[in-house]
């Protein structure tokens, strides 16, 4: 009946119960479900926070919670999964009721044997299955697959009522396709639904995992961006929306270029109600709309008030440069090998007369766009020039990054601007400076972006792309352009040990940067003891304030002179699970050697020519962990072994890829090079299957232990 391994969740306080369950699956002879059991609804959200099931058999009756209050609690952890009620009473109302608050059955105990419970299980993964196919076609548009008008209003509901108990932003964002009839009109209905799903893959690629995204009908779109920190991620994510969507889109052979019309409105500023909200964020498209201008609006009040700040934000910064206000701070880069200092960053500060000392995120985004952002790069340039002459006056040889808008490199002078300051700091080599550009500065924004910064790396001027993994660079972009370093977002880095991701993301930057030959720094770093963790994955330069938080020029200088005295050895990760971390490194060390071999193999030519000499890459860095640390402390662990073998594949696999080499075969080394990268997959697979069950076991040992 069963075609596949279930795990199966028993939450049940009665441990008789649970051994009964258990014997019932032994005696009816199934043993594909692995079983596993907790006595307190707190507890099994716990455990289905680090892992998934695929059924939970629900007893109603729990020390922490009882009656149908316990299935709404488990319910609302994991609305996906299938649930079975094992009550003790035989209650028709109440079997009633439990399918209708989100049961998929109702058994009671002692009328059932394991055949039955096995059905039942069976029964309700396919019911559920059913009713998630179902909610999908009653909640999602058929032609675009986004939510639908009824889907999006539920989620605006829950997004109000999370942002209220959680005091949390968000913002609604209506658009909609300016002159849509024509197109429709002029290539039929066909392409039009063409262009409409276009439209939709695109919004998908820009928006978040948490942002909501909807077909209202016809061409009329809506998001909801949730989880807002401050609402100038709302113009941010606006801009980048519309840099997205108003690409050319190809349909039926023909280019076609279109614009949106784009209307927002904030919670809670804009209303806390949902007609509120959306009847001014439709308010505030159709003003854009009528404006004519090519952009989006907020809703009118709240566009006002903006307008105002920013109208004074920028009157301010007119005399912010003249009356000395502005500064540098320098925030340092380290080799995490060496700890030596390799660069630092200049970051702009505003001391304002009336609202004190202002971070760039208080007033950048109101000068985006306008001439004082020019204004603003020159004052940084001359800074960083002038600082770099006094250091080197005093034997201190430091490169300094500055991150440069795209509205400054695209002034017919900027080049020039840069020369004229070598000649006034003659004793400033150009390679201590350092060019920082966003990687989602792009070459259709700018088409003589490449021709400006090969002019200035002609120089000796070093480049870099900054808050890299968050734009849209392609492989061509990176080959093309001559950066030397890629800067990895720090959004990546903060948050590295609680989503996995992050660490795949780090580790293919840092790759791609091998492959290039580029330098990769790692921002944001938060904790001194991530070093081990980030060269695991070839990330030897990082940035953050676990080194040290941006400081005035006299203050680095001090700063500096502390940091080469300091002992610089650390421990592991502290409150990091030892065990756990000892398989989340060697993960990463066995990937990073797998990756290194495929990178040397997609090298080869037929000349076999270009393939690196590497001492010792054909061993496996993790051979000693299987057979010593691994085999310690999760030789009892059915993963552990299967995980062993496939590092042991993954090792004649490689030697493979070298006979194959030497032989100076080239499709066959990259035959075995492609089941490497295949076999890569698995390993990842297998390394978090054994974090989980590893975990299961520790927290198994302590409920023994405690016992």
């Avoid at 002019?455 to 993994?469: N, P, Q, Y």
């Avoid at 990259?670 to 520790?698: E, P, T, V, W």
Wanted: hydrophobic share 40%; charged share 25%.
């Amino acid at each position: 009946m069963i075609e596949k391994s279930l795990k199966v969740l028993v939450v049940e306080d009665n441990p008789g119960d649970v051994l009964l369950v258990q014997e019932m699956l032994r005696s009816a002879s199934e043993d594909r479900i692995q079983l596993f059991s907790v006595n307190r609804i707190s507890r099994a959200g716990g455990l289905l926070d680090e892992m998934s099931v695929d059924a939970i058999l629900l007893d109603l009756g729990l020390p922490d919670s009882n009656g149908l209050e316990t299935l709404r609690n488990i319910h609302e952890v994991c609305e996906e999964t299938p649930i079975i009620v094992l009550s003790s009473q035989e209650d028709e109302q109440l079997a009633v009721t439990a399918l209708q608050v989100g049961a998929q059955d109702f058994l009671v105990k002692g009328t059932f044997n394991g055949h039955i419970l096995i059905r039942s299980i069976f029964y309700a993964i396919k019911r559920k299955e059913m009713d998630s196919k179902l909610f999908y076609m009653a909640y999602h548009d058929p032609l675009t697959g986004l939510s639908n008008r009824k889907h999006f209003h539920e989620h605006l509901l829950h997004s109000i009522a999370w942002s209220e108990r959680a005091a949390q932003k968000f913002a609604v964002i209506f658009f909609d396709l300016d002159n849509f009839k024509k197109i429709n009109d002029t290539y039929g209905h066909l392409a039009g639904d063409h262009l409409l799903r276009q439209v939709s893959d695109r919004i998908r690629r820009v928006v978040r995992k948490v942002d909501t995204v909807a077909r209202m009908g016809g061409d009329e779109f809506a998001i909801i961006l949730n989880n807002l920190a401050n609402f100038s991620y709302v113009a941010h994510m606006a801009r980048k929306i519309r840099k997205y969507l108003c690409r050319p889109y190809t349909v039926e052979s023909t280019l076609l270029e279109i614009d949106f019309s784009m209307g927002i409105s904030l919670y809670p500023l804009d209303g806390r109600s949902e007609s509120d909200l959306v009847r001014k964020a439709d308010r505030a498209m159709y003003q854009a709309k009528a404006s004519g201008a090519k952009r989006f609006h907020f809703y009118n009040n709240e566009m006002d008030d903006r307008e105002t700040s920013r109208q004074n934000v920028r009157a301010d910064f007119k005399n912010a440069i003249k009356n000395n206000e502005l500064c540098l701070h320098y925030q340092p880069i380290i080799s995490l090998r060496t700890h030596e200092i390799m660069s630092v960053e200049a970051l702009v500060r505003w001391r304002h007369p009336r609202r004190g000392f202002l971070f760039p995120g208080d007033f950048l985004t109101e000068i985006m766009g306008t001439e004082l952002i020019v204004s603003l790069g020159d004052f940084v340039f001359e800074s960083v020039f002038s600082c770099l002459s006094r250091w080197k006056s005093q034997g201190i040889l430091i490169p300094v990054s500055v991150n440069v808008d795209l509205m400054q490199m695209k002034q017919p002078d900027f080049y020039k601007k840069i020369l004229r300051l070598m000649a006034r700091y003659p004793d400033v080599p150009p390679h201590l400076l350092e060019i920082e550009i966003l990687e989602t500065t792009s070459a259709e924004d700018f088409p003589n972006l490449r021709e400006v910064l090969d002019s200035l790396h002609g120089l000796g001027v070093s480049l870099s792309i900054d808050d890299f993994g968050t734009g849209y660079s392609s492989l061509s972009y990176l080959k093309k352009i001559p950066f030397d370093t890629l800067k990895i977002d720090q959004s990546f880095v903060i948050s590295m040990l609680e989503n996995r991701e992050n660490l795949a993301i780090i580790e293919s930057i840092s790759s791609l940067a091998r492959i290039f030959g580029r330098n990769v720094v790692a921002e944001g770093m938060e904790k001194m003891s991530y070093s081990p963790m980030l060269m695991a994955m070839g990330c030897e330069m990082a940035q953050g304030y676990a080194i040290s938080k941006p400081l005035p020029p006299e203050e680095f200088i001090d700063w500096r002179s502390l940091w080469l005295e300091r002992d610089h050895s650390e421990g592991v990760l502290p409150g990091s699970n030892i065990a756990e971390l000892s398989i989340l490194l060697t993960q990463i060390s066995h990937l990073s050697w797998i990756q290194k071999i495929i990178s040397m193999a997609e090298k080869v030519d037929d000349s076999f020519s270009s393939i690196p000499e590497e001492e010792g890459l054909e061993r496996s860095p993790v051979e000693g962990w299987y057979s010593n640390e691994g085999v310690s402390l999760y030789g009892d662990i059915p993963t552990f072994e299967r995980l062993s073998s496939t590092h042991r594949e993954s090792v004649d696999l490689v030697r493979e890829v070298f006979r194959r080499i030497r032989e100076k075969n080239k499709n066959a080394t990259r035959y075995y090079s492609r089941h490497l990268l295949l076999q890569k997959d698995s390993l990842l697979a297998l390394y978090g299957a054994l974090q989980k069950d590893a975990l299961f076991h520790s927290i198994m040992r302590g409920k023994l232990e405690k016992a």
